[in-house]
């Protein structure tokens, strides 16, 4: 049965190889299509049927494409001056007088939290500090309120974002089992264990006014 199925998709494929080559051609014209057959002399039949479809213009560079302008490009992307200064002035204003709840994306033992004051993070990893200790969280991925947000290139800068937590717990977590079992082997295995488990306290959230557009 899978023979002959096999054998009507060679039939089908060779039939309507040339529709679809046209078909690539016009409907496609970025890309180019060759059809490769490999011919058995022993058994007289196709034994290899592939398509090969590349792109014409994937060996072509923007620099080297006389249509393109790449300066005209640069200069397009590129931000005035004048306007970045103007953003940060703004942000300077909220976060001096008025920053409303702020949050903060943060990256704690492997994992992202966003948290804003008060918030609980539980993590199941153990940490050093003992329990009412305050502790700093250094990597600072984002910040910001309603009116702006302070992005990473990958985290903020340690002056300029300050987050502190209190440890609040650490405890275990409930007896987890696993369990394996190979049948008609004789193979079983079965473990018994708990993780670690940590929740923190974020106390707040400061930011201090921005000096230039390096984050």
């Known amino acids: 049965m ?15 190889s040339s529709f679809l080559q046209n078909y ?4 496609l014209p970025g890309l180019a299509c060759s059809i490769h057959q490999s011919w058995s002399v022993r058994s007289a039949r196709y034994i290899n ?3 090969l479809i590349h792109n014409r213009f994937s060996s072509r560079s923007y620099s080297g494409n ?36 702020l949050f903060a994306v943060v990256y ?7 948290v804003t004051v008060e918030d609980l993070i539980l993590s ?14 250094e990597k600072i991925m984002m910040v910001g309120s309603n009116d ?23 405890t275990t977590t409930p007896k987890q089992i696993y369990f394996k079992m190979k049948r008609r082997k004789g193979y079983k295995k079965w ?18 006014p921005l000096k230039d557009r390096r984050l």
């Open 124 to 137: 199941i990893e153990h940490i050093e500090a003992d329990i009412g200790e305050k502790i700093r969280l």
């Open 191 to 208: 473990v018994e264990y708990k993780d670690n488990l940590s929740v923190l306290r974020i106390n707040s959230i400061e930011i201090t």
């Open 66 to 101: 006389p249509s393109i302008d790449v300066e005209d490009i640069e200069r397009r992307l590129s931000i005035p001056q004048e306007k970045t200064n103007a953003v940060i002035e703004k942000v300077n204003t909220d976060i001096l007088t008025n920053p409303g709840r």
């Open 148 to 170: 702006f947000s302070l992005i990473g290139r990958p985290l903020l800068s340690r002056d300029m974002v300050e987050v502190w937590a209190t440890v609040i717990e650490k």
């Open 49 to 51: 049927t592939s398509c």
């Open 2 to 16: 899978a023979a002959s199925t096999g054998k009507s998709l060679l039939r089908l494929f060779r039939t309507h």
């Open 24 to 27: 690539i051609h016009f409907k």
């Open 108 to 114: 704690f033992n492997r994992k992202q939290y966003k």
